[in-house]
């Protein structure tokens, strides 16, 4: 094994959280910083020649390669896992940027409520109305403390939207339940495509109160506080899948590499697949000494580095250190151990597919182009007589029908799915079926967790990720009432027909539902309880840092791409305020 | 290597299809007055004649030609999937094929040992006969394996090749998406967002060579 030169820090994955960590040390401080991304370089420039729906949208060519690196699946602890031989309900992306170049930008903030919701719901419900097998507990840090990191977030992307609560002012327009912003969003809401202007006013005519989608595709030309310059979104369709061939979607390379590639002190290392954590035996005092690789030719490189940030996508955080052998792995059975602990996949659900008179043109929109409404997220609605906790945010967008993935949805009277009856239909629904998607909050549970599988291996013969992961009834019953509160707004945009979602059974791997999945590495104000301190620090080694979903104990209704980057402008201000000055644990 | 194999196609089944001579040169093959009454031989990249014309009247069965508009077989489906099965999707180069193969429940997805290759000549074996039968036989035969994952994938294979960039070998002329209204990539559709609320705005369509001006490399062509 080759050892290279040591450097200050090295950052393993250069999506969201890495490439802004790098960003934000190599403009502030003087550290030599290496990230290492195992995919291969991208550009915004490449990506017109990526509107191909095949190529990009089914066969998923930004996406991980599941016959490198899968994980597997079982329902429950007596269960025996099976790999997910095809990514499907999750989409991990891969390459510089990462997930962050294939996102919708879709960026409401979580509830403020949210990251208190085991003291909250107590204060309010009472203990016992959280479920049995629960693992509910707080975040350890609040939303008022995010509020200015989320604030510099939505200026980094330049988000576009209307404000609903400025410095606990209500604004007319906004969502009137979001928690307090100190200002307006930095860009005005983005164009509306018919569908979600329906929804609008269905969804108004019931007393309900949407808002314009928080977008990071932008509705006007926009410089950033780092002088990029970005310009107006042109709702061609592609967003979700692809990355966007005009930086109006922020994507890592649109916003933070044209930054990195001028500072002289950072290195972004392509084809680097990181294998292990390498550290000192264990211990309280353990420390990090770097990371070992398999670089683009096979060979074996030790990466030595003072501080390393683990920056990977939110599952392979938790694998990482599984593999490496860093903290004690979570044990559901003898209640022991953390690593692992707390895995949640967003709850999200096409609730009502809704069929029109009127063609919608749907090719035209973007990821983020639309309505939502948060009139039953979190606990906005009044749970002491209803048997579950929590919702999810509706929305109503066109991200760009593409015809393979569309084609083919029909109202369910018409009964086939193949010959002359089924082709008829397709081709008279195409343009004038929408749906309304529920996104809810996926509570946490003690059976639901990871650890390494005991059959399973990547390429290079390591253990796969092994999900233990699947639905409670407070998922179900949730999933029940949104439906039928969504399939009411449909009705009431003047839906001709509604296919109503058939409820949440057991997890579907099969269905693509969000790429949000969180835990594993949770954060708290413990080391019994939680991997991470509130900084993202590890408790068993201070030179290590973790970044990402994987630190969520909780998953949300809300997409948590922009409080993920709040929490990493909150630990990069930590490290290059405090932690270069006096290396050791950050209170 | 191998013997090269041909489908032949009467050129007016075909609304005009792109099509690879040996030095891997682009032709566009199409039904205008000069091929009227020709018949096209179109290079096969996986299946053999026999299978070629299985798996064309099985789609044709899937996705009909018939009185709401041109179907599987003026849209070139089983050169698209010839082409598909051909390439890295057919050999599942990016599945993960590690043993064990266990059974499972459907939700956790296909976890055979079979490649879409081996699904299809396999497959295609249950099928002799099927091209020669009538539209009700062959929709009984269909339905009789309509559960099978071969059935499941030559559905799924049947859209794409509807719907896919004609740069894929489908969507010959862009039948499948005049048939829809859709446009193909557009790069700016800006001014037309807010302005066609409740009406139909159906640009012309183009494809992504078209729209990029350049060749763009297609995955079933990987190397």
Redesign the interface.
């Known amino acids: 094994m080759k050892t290279l030169r040591k450097a200050d820090v090295v950052i393993v994955g250069g999506g969201w959280t890495g490439l802004l960590m790098a960003k934000e040390l190599g403009a502030r401080t003087a550290l030599s910083v290496v990230v290492l991304e195992r995919g291969v370089p991208r550009s915004t420039d490449k990506y017109?020649?990526d509107?191909?729906?095949?190529?990009y949208a089914?066969?998923?060519?930004m996406m991980q390669?599941?016959?490198q690196e899968?994980v597997t699946?079982r329902h429950d602890a007596r269960g025996?896992a099976?790999?997910?031989?095809?990514y499907?309900s999750f989409l991990p992306g891969s390459g510089v940027g990462g997930a962050g170049e294939h996102w919708n930008g879709q960026c409401p903030r979580n509830l403020p409520d949210f990251f208190e919701l085991y003291s909250r719901t107590k204060e309010k419900y009472g203990v016992n109305r959280l479920p049995e097998d629960h693992a509910v507990q707080d975040w350890g840090i609040t939303y008022d403390e995010l509020e200015p990191y989320y604030t510099r977030t939505e200026r980094l992307l330049g988000l576009s939207g209307k404000a609903g609560n400025l410095r606990g002012q209500k604004v007319e327009g906004g969502n009137p339940f979001e928690g307090w912003r100190s200002e307006e969003y930095p860009t005005p809401p983005t164009?509306?495509?018919?569908f979600s202007?329906l929804f609008r006013d269905g969804a108004k005519s019931l007393g309900y109160h949407p808002y314009p989608v928080p977008a990071a595709t932008l509705s006007q030309a926009y410089t950033n506080p780092d002088g990029i310059s970005r310009p107006?979104?042109?709702?061609?369709?592609?967003c979700e899948r692809f990355g966007c061939?005009i930086g109006a979607k922020a994507q890592p390379t649109s916003v933070l590499l044209p930054v990195i590639e001028k500072k002289k002190n950072v290195t972004i290392r392509k084809g680097a697949w990181v294998r292990r954590l390498v550290h000192d035996a264990a211990g309280s005092e353990s420390r990090v000494r770097g990371v070992t690789y398999v670089d683009a030719t096979g060979n074996e490189i030790f990466q030595p580095a003072e501080i390393v940030f683990l920056a990977s996508w939110t599952l392979n955080n938790t694998r990482l250190l599984l593999l490496s052998g860093i903290g004690e792995p979570y044990n559901p059975g003898a209640g022991k151990g953390t690593l692992g602990r707390n895995l949640t996949h967003q709850v999200s659900f096409a609730a009502a597919t809704a069929f029109f008179a009127?063609?919608l043109?749907r090719?035209?929109?973007s990821g983020a182009?639309g309505m939502l409404l948060s009139d039953f997220d979190g606990d906005n609605f009044d749970h002491s007589q209803l048997s579950f906790l929590r919702g999810g945010l509706l929305e109503a967008r066109n991200t760009g029908a593409h015809?393979?993935g569309e084609?083919?949805e029909v109202p369910h009277r018409v009964g086939s799915?193949?010959?002359?009856t089924w082709?008829?239909a397709?081709?008279e629904y195409?343009?004038r079926v929408g749906r309304i998607v529920v996104s809810g909050e996926h509570l946490a549970y003690k059976g639901n967790y990871m650890d390494l599988d005991p059959?399973?291996?990547d390429r290079c013969g390591d253990a796969l990720l092994r999900l233990t992961l699947n639905w409670r009834e407070n998922e179900r019953r949730m999933a029940e009432l949104l439906t039928e509160k969504t399939v009411e707004i449909a009705r009431a945009m003047g839906a001709t027909e509604v296919n109503t979602f058939p409820g949440l059974r057991?997890?579907?791997?099969?269905r693509y539902q969000s790429t949000h999945v969180q835990g594993g590495t949770i954060l708290g104000t413990s080391p019994e309880s939680s991997v991470v301190n509130t900084h993202g620090q590890h408790w068993q080694a201070a030179n290590l840092f973790v970044l990402g979903g994987s630190l969520f104990p909780t998953g949300g209704g809300a997409n948590p791409t922009p409080t993920i980057l709040a929490m990493t402008y909150r630990t990069a201000d930590a490290v290059a305020e405090r932690y270069v000055k006096r290396p050791g644990p950050l209170a | 290597m191998r013997r090269r194999r041909f489908l032949t196609i009467s050129c007016t089944t075909l609304g005009g299809v792109l099509v690879y001579s040996l030095d891997r040169k682009v032709s566009l093959l199409s039904a205008n007055e000069k091929n009227k009454d020709k018949s096209l031989r179109i290079p096969l990249r996986f299946f053999d004649e026999g299978e070629a014309l299985l798996a064309a009247a099985a789609a044709s069965?899937?996705?009909?030609s018939?009185v709401?508009?041109p179907?599987a077989k003026e849209a070139g489906v089983v050169i698209y999937i010839d082409r598909q099965l051909a390439g890295p999707?057919g050999s599942?180069?990016?599945?993960?094929?590690?043993g064990?193969f266990?059974d499972?429940?459907?939700?956790?997805?296909?976890?055979g040992k079979a490649t879409p290759r081996e699904i299809y000549r396999e497959g295609l074996k249950g099928l002799t006969g099927f091209d020669q039968l009538n539209a009700e036989e062959q929709?009984a035969t269909?339905e009789r394996i309509e559960a099978s994952v071969f059935f499941s994938l030559l559905?799924q294979h049947?859209?794409?090749g509807?719907?896919?960039?004609p740069?894929?070998g489908g969507n010959a002329d862009m039948v499948?998406?005049q048939?829809?209204?859709?446009?193909g990539?557009?790069?700016?559709?800006?001014d037309?967002?807010?302005k066609?609320?409740?009406?139909?705005?159906r640009p012309k369509p183009a494809g992504?060579r078209e729209?990029?001006g350049h060749s763009?490399g297609?995955?079933e062509d990987e190397k």
């Open positions: 017109a020649d509107m191909d729906e095949l190529d089914i066969r998923l060519r390669d599941a016959a899968t699946l025996r099976v790999p997910l031989r095809r499907a164009k509306l495509p018919y202007a107006p979104c042109v709702y061609c369709g592609y061939m009127k063609p043109n090719f035209m929109g182009s015809p393979i084609f083919g799915r193949w010959g002359s082709k008829k397709g081709i195409f343009d059959t399973y291996k057991n997890y579907d791997s099969r | 069965r899937i996705f009909p018939d709401s508009g179907g999707y599942d180069r990016y599945r993960y094929t590690q064990p266990e499972a429940p459907a939700e956790f997805g296909y976890q929709d269909l559905r049947t859209i794409e509807m719907f896919c960039d740069m894929h499948g998406w048939l829809i209204g859709y446009p990539p557009r790069l700016n559709n800006y037309e967002i807010e066609y609320y409740g009406q139909a705005f992504l729209v990029s763009v297609a995955s």
